[in-house]
Each structure stands twice: as structure tokens, then as C-alpha cells.
């Protein structure tokens, strides 16, 4: 059965919320702040979301699609939901 796009967006945000909580986890002390986020997120979500998206990307393109994905937040939808907000970038980009 193939994936529809509005089930793989479902799936990608969903590990993005799961990546935010560990990201936070991991940076506790600081009350979750990390001023170099993209390179935690890049690491801990490459292979998860090579595997989801079907896509060969590299660790540096992810980081640019993390921080793009943040920009284009914060300058489009502000205060939106970023994980699914993300999730459609990232979809769209790479399927």
C-alpha cells in the first residue's frame, strides 16, 4: 500500500514532535535551549527521515532544510504548529 501525502506528513510531523521532546530531554538544564539545534536535529532525524521520505539527502542539506524550514515559519505562518508546518515543507520538497 502507498503512502498517501496527508498520511506521510502525519508520519514526518509526528517524528518531528517525538525529535522536539528528545531535543528538549537532552537540553534539560538549559530549559531546552541550543543555539546550535539544527546540527541535534540533523543528526538525530537523518536516517529516520532518509527513511520515511525515500530521499538521499546529506547531514549539511538537512540542516539548511531545518533552518529554511524555521525561517520560512517564523516569516509565513508565525506560531503555527512547527512540527506539521515542517513536515509539509519537507514532504513537498522531497516527494
Do not use: C, Q
Request: proline content about 4%.
Amino acid at each position: 500500500m502507498e503512502t498517501t501525502t496527508p498520511d506521510l506528513t502525519y508520519e514526518v510531523a509526528t517524528l518531528l514532535r517525538e525529535a522536539g521532546k528528545a531535543h528538549h530531554e537532552a537540553f534539560i538544564e538549559a530549559d531546552g535551549v541550543d543555539e546550535d539545534w539544527p546540527l541535534w536535529y540533523a543528526e538525530h532525524l537523518k536516517d529516520d527521515l532518509r527513511r520515511l521520505l525515500n530521499a538521499k539527502f546529506t547531514k549539511s542539506e538537512l540542516v539548511y532544510m531545518l533552518v529554511t524550514a524555521d525561517k520560512e515559519m517564523a516569516l509565513l505562518a508565525p506560531g503555527a504548529d512547527w512540527p506539521t508546518f515542517w513536515a509539509k515543507l519537507f514532504v513537498e520538497r522531497y516527494t
